[in-house]
């Protein structure tokens, strides 16, 4: 699964894997202390809301990419 992030960076993953990994793979920088998204170090802002990278995972698009 292709994932897109601000600035034009993207990264390929399996679908089911940690945004956190996508993160990563595409160059993007994300704070992070345990790993399994309890201290909430990772949460990031996305669109309206706020997600825990280390516990959100990426799923295939529903319509393209």
Not at 7 to 22: D, I, N, T, Y
Request: proline share 6%; glycine share 12%.
């Amino acid at each position: 699964v292709l994932v897109k992030f601000p600035g034009g960076r993207s990264a390929s993953v399996p679908e089911g894997s940690p945004l956190s990994l996508a993160a990563y793979r595409a160059g993007v920088q994300i704070t992070y202390q345990c790993k399994a998204g309890t201290c909430a170090s990772c949460e990031v802002k996305l669109g309206m809301g706020s997600v825990r990278t280390c516990q959100t995972t990426v799923k295939k698009p529903l319509f393209g990419q």
